[in-house]
């Protein structure tokens, strides 16, 4: 139970659990005056831009807060995934920034690097001014740890049947405040800004009387567009307070929450401006509320189209098939989240929609009625990396066929009349158009662009023979031209404004701008341009056919839906969006684009900073105070962790934890350490005269017994064919020390009584194991939104294969004159395996279920019971103490069913720093036991003799779960359990409690 407080806590300080270690990157590192940069030759163009972003920025920051870091901030670019994402670690004063620029459909564009790197670094900065204590203290942990009353005689506490890990924060922050100061940045800088769909997203909540409350946007932990909507209504937020109290606010208010006492931001906020949060958030409400009232109330009646594809939250890019009897688009139906979209094909006569294709996240183009191409993403490849390839789906022979393999190509668009196709690849940050013959897949590229432009969809104009893009160069996207005669690329769009989704059909263009500052699809031909939609939410991605039928995208009530519509569709300019002329309100910036060229150098190691995490621990009703110390290898190729604890009797907790991940193999050394004293005062006899003296007489026996058990681990962990793969040699060693201290009389020669202390002292081993193991892992779980709470979808399975080389104490030789332990061989094979189904019981009910089941088997059928299975308590059949003996044996097995049912979900319900989000409630069968099998009956084939002592047992119970944060930001899960035994001949049946505060749940 130590290890899983142990785990958790790596876990909540962000140690990495990745197992790819990308032995093949080379690495390099250059300095500025404020930055270290780290890069592998992939990436450099992307780190030298970097190195300018962040010089640039590191001024207005570090003055708008007032700080300075203590030393120059890490800033490492990878690229090893089709990912894109930036990471702010304040406490390692690092950032780590994926090279590929973010397309993210409920965001808009803008130039990645002055986004991704100002908006990180206003983390490190104003997480490091917010800090209570100091960078090498991130927090703390109050930890309890309960035993069952009962056990065996040879242990000295029962089974823990309650543990609690629960954190003394060291920073208390809100995610609206720090994703709102990140996405403000500082007074003019606009590298980000509240763009058209951010604003949508704020509009659409607003006037559906559904903008997230102040206790809501306290947290992270919802699905849907709930935490982009935190994301949205934080900018928001620290926009509106910055005009009422001043651009100085960001600072006064770390400066406030900095204060070891002040666990409230509503606090804080009142302590600063005289008035509490609650009550500034339902002002800036009611001002959201108001402008967007007036800024819509033109707006009598929404132009869009016929709802045709609504299951799910996100349903976007239809594209239809030359004979527009069917199309193809993207959905996320039964997935939590935006980005878990799947291909999807929809006919139009039988209005039934398909699945063909996972993890498909840009647009698919026809080859022809029968033929789709589309980029996925991949399984990961021999390094580990997960990147987009081209694959295409014959739809009578239901059957897909790879195209590329770690090719990172998106969006094809396969190009009418020619044969060929093209696709966009992002390298470096930078995008290129790449063209293949269909047949014979041969992606050759035919643009050379190297600045900083992206690009993320296209169209053919097969009458002037050129293609139409969308791409970012710095904010909106714009529309490109790309000659396929002199392959010259072209901006054709005001870059005033967002125009994206370009789509070419019937002599006119189709796509989505926000000139008005709401998007809506736009046609245009050589005679004459009109609006198609006129909406109040946001219409995206037209597709139009041959008969003139358009399909969009419509973004409504925190929903995309696709709509099917006509080119008959006109609304006049000035009934659009907010006005024509609102594009002129909107902000820009300046472009960062210069390359820093510092001499670069191969890198070298660097460990973090050391931190200190002080803990107090109550286990087995002492106060045990202790520690946790870690640190990290910049590059996390490398890593430790330590602690300690030891209470009033000398009672001691020690552990050390090593890895090593510069190979491809992650090698690992873990060091364990406990003791334990009894401590144990009786009376004595005299030898010579027999008085006896007891407790409280002068004279008395003291014995001090002393159990000290050492573990060291050396191992290495790696993936193979998806399983996850561990071997390890282990050594464990068991010993016993007794100090035995009691006053001795001695008669005098004159028959004087003289009394003096006399200690006596010994120790002994009485178990050492070796043991090698062979573990493995395997899980088909998909991100779901309370994954470990309620599972509701595929298989999880561990095992391990064991040898066990046990020397057990049989007793004591004193003949030879040398004390020493007389040992028994127990040594064993051990296999082991525990495998676990989830699945969705009900749909419309919101009922899950878990099916587990899991069995222990060893060779040595007459090992001494020290070694058996124990199968009652926390790990097994629940309604039974862990050490019953009417349920050990040295085999095991037990089956688990589970099924469980939410009562409320995404709330947010506060009680001081807690604020509890979700419950469930579940109850749970479980059957099984230990028992012996005899090896010459299974031999000669007589099942039922196979079997004996057979102590097996049933159980019942209900569960609780709770889940909410802590402090805003640390994760908190609560469980109570009460079982019975089910079954048992007995009157005194009383019920198992086991009560659970940890960072998660273990399923």
Not at 196 to 214: A, E, G, K, P
Not at 309 to 325: F, H, L, M, Q, R
Not at 915 to 929: V, Y
Request: with cysteine; glycine share 6%.
């Amino acid at each position: 139970m130590r290890k899983l407080i142990i785990l958790q806590v790596l876990t909540f300080f962000g140690f990495s659990q990745s197992l790819y270690n990308h032995p093949e990157l080379s690495w390099y590192s250059f300095e500025t005056e404020h930055f270290i940069i780290h890069f592998h030759k992939e990436t450099e163009n992307t780190a030298r831009e970097a190195a300018s972003v962040a010089e640039h920025v590191y001024k207005p920051i570090t003055d708008l807060y007032n700080y300075e870091p203590p030393e120059k901030t890490h800033i490492i670019i990878k690229d090893t995934d089709d990912y894109a994402n930036g990471a702010a670690y304040s406490f390692d004063n690092k950032i780590e920034i994926w090279a590929l620029p973010l397309a993210f459909d409920l965001r808009g564009a803008h130039r990645w690097l002055q986004n991704v790197i100002t908006h990180e670094f206003v983390h490190i900065i104003q997480i490091q001014a917010s800090i209570k204590y100091s960078l090498n203290i991130p927090g703390g942990f109050f930890q309890y740890i309960g035993y069952e009353n009962e056990k065996r005689d040879d242990v000295l506490y029962g089974y823990p049947d309650r543990i609690v890990s629960y954190p003394i924060p060291g920073i208390i922050i809100p995610p609206w405040l720090a994703e709102g100061t990140a996405q403000f940045m500082y007074p003019g800088a606009n590298f980000d800004f509240l763009d058209s769909h951010r604003d949508m997203i704020i509009r659409d909540r607003v006037l559906n009387n559904n903008l997230l409350t102040f206790a809501e946007m306290n947290s992270f932990g919802k699905k849907g567009i709930g935490n982009e909507s935190i994301y949205n209504q934080g900018f928001s937020f620290i926009i509106w307070l910055a005009k009422k109290y001043g651009n100085n606010i960001n600072r006064m208010i770390s400066e406030e929450i900095s204060k070891p006492f002040q666990l409230s931001i509503s606090s804080a906020l009142k302590n600063i401006t005289g008035v509490s949060g609650e009550d500034l958030y339902s002002q800036w409400a009611h001002d959201l509320l108001s402008t967007y009232t007036a800024n819509t109330s033109h707006i009598k009646k929404e132009v869009s189209g016929e709802i045709i594809e609504d299951k799910g939250g996100v349903n976007i890019y239809p594209t239809w098939s030359p004979n527009a009897e069917k199309f193809a688009f993207l959905s996320n139906r039964r997935h939590d989240y935006f980005s878990q979209t799947n291909l999807f094909i929809h006919d139009i006569e039988s209005g039934k929609a398909k699945k063909i294709a996972n993890r498909v996240e840009s647009k698919p183009t026809w080859i022809n009625n029968s033929h789709i191409l589309y980029s996925r993403r991949s399984i990961k490849n021999e390094n580990g990396s997960t990147f987009f390839d081209l694959y295409k789906y014959d739809l009578n022979l239901k059957e897909e066929t790879q195209l590329t393999i770690s090719g990172r190509f998106t969006s094809p668009l396969v190009l009418e009349g020619m044969n060929k196709f093209i696709a966009f690849k992002t390298i470096d940050g930078s995008t290129n158009v790449y063209m293949s013959d269909i047949n014979h897949v041969d992606l050759q590229p035919i643009t050379d662009i190297d600045n900083g432009t992206v690009l993320f969809s296209a169209t053919y104009n097969f009458d002037e023979n050129i293609i139409y893009l969308d791409g970012n160069d710095l904010h909106g996207r714009q529309l490109y031209s790309l000659s396929l005669e002199s392959f010259e690329l072209i901006k054709v769009s005001n870059q005033k404004w967002d125009t994206r989704n370009p789509d070419y059909e019937n002599k006119k263009l189709c796509y989505s701008e926000d000139k008005s500052g709401i998007f809506n699809i736009v046609c245009e031909s050589t005679k004459d341009k009109f609006f198609l939609t006129n909406v109040i939410g946001g219409a995206f991605m037209p597709d139009v056919n041959k008969n003139g039928d358009v399909l969009f995208s419509l973004y409504k009530n925190g929903e995309y839906k696709i709509l099917i519509t006509n080119m008959n569709s006109n609304s006049n300019e000035s009934d659009i969006g907010y006005s024509s002329e609102y594009y002129s309100n909107r902000p820009t910036s300046i472009l960062i684009s210069d390359k820093d060229n510092t001499d670069s150098n191969p890198y070298k190691d660097k460990m973090s900073r050391l931190f200190f995490l002080p803990k107090l621990m109550i286990d087995y009703n002492t106060i045990k105070p202790g520690f946790y110390l870690f640190s990290t290898e910049i590059l996390n190729r490398m890593s430790f962790i330590a602690g300690g604890s030891l209470n009033s009797i000398k009672d001691k907790d020690l552990f050390a934890i090593f890895e090593y991940k510069k190979w491809k193999y992650t090698m690992y050394l873990n060091f364990f350490g406990i003791q334990r004293h009894i401590l144990d005062f009786e009376s004595f006899n005299d030898s010579d005269n027999d008085n006896i003296y007891d407790i409280g007489s002068e004279y008395k026996t003291f014995n001090d017994i002393r159990f000290t058990l050492f573990a060291a681990d050396i191992g290495t962990k790696f993936p193979f064919k998806n399983h996850l793969m561990n071997i390890q040699y282990s050594y464990q060693k068991y010993r016993q020390n007794q100090k035995l201290k009691k006053t001795v009389q001695e008669t005098a020669a004159n028959n004087i009584i003289n009394t003096f202390p006399a200690q006596y002292g010994a120790g002994f081993d009485y178990l050492r194991n070796h043991s090698i193991s062979f573990k493995g892992s395997f899980s088909t779980k998909k991100t779901q939104f309370l994954g470990n709470m309620l599972p509701k979808n595929g298989f999880k399975m561990e095992y391990n294969l064991k040898y066990d080389y046990n020397q057990f104490m049989e007793g004591l030789d004193f003949d030879s004159g040398i004390f020493k332990t007389i040992f028994t061989p127990e040594h064993t094979f051990r296999v082991e395996f525990d495998a676990k189904k989830f699945f969705k019981l009900s749909e419309e009910l919101d009922i899950s279920g878990s099916l587990n089941g899991k069995f222990g088997l060893i060779s040595n059928q007459s090992i001494d019971d020290f070694f058996y299975y124990f199968n009652g308590g926390l790990t097994g059949l629940k309604g039974f103490s862990f050490y019953d003996t009417t349920l050990y044996g040295p085999n095991m097995f037990l089956t688990s069913t589970v099924i469980r049912k939410p009562i409320f979900t995404e709330k947010s319900i506060i009680f001081g720093p807690l604020n509890l989000q979700n419950m469930s409630i579940g109850i749970m069968a479980q059957h099984g036991g230990g028992y012996e099998y005899i090896m010459n009956e299974i031999v000669s084939g007589k099942p039922a003799k196979w079997f004996r002592k057979n102590n097996l047992g049933q159980s019942a119970g209900l569960e609780f779960r709770l889940t909410g944060f802590s402090f805003y930001s640390y994760p908190t899960a609560f469980s109570y359990e009460v079982h019975y035994p089910v079954l048992v001949d007995s009157e005194d049946i009383l019920p198992k409690h086991y009560f659970t505060i940890l960072f998660d749940f273990q399923e």
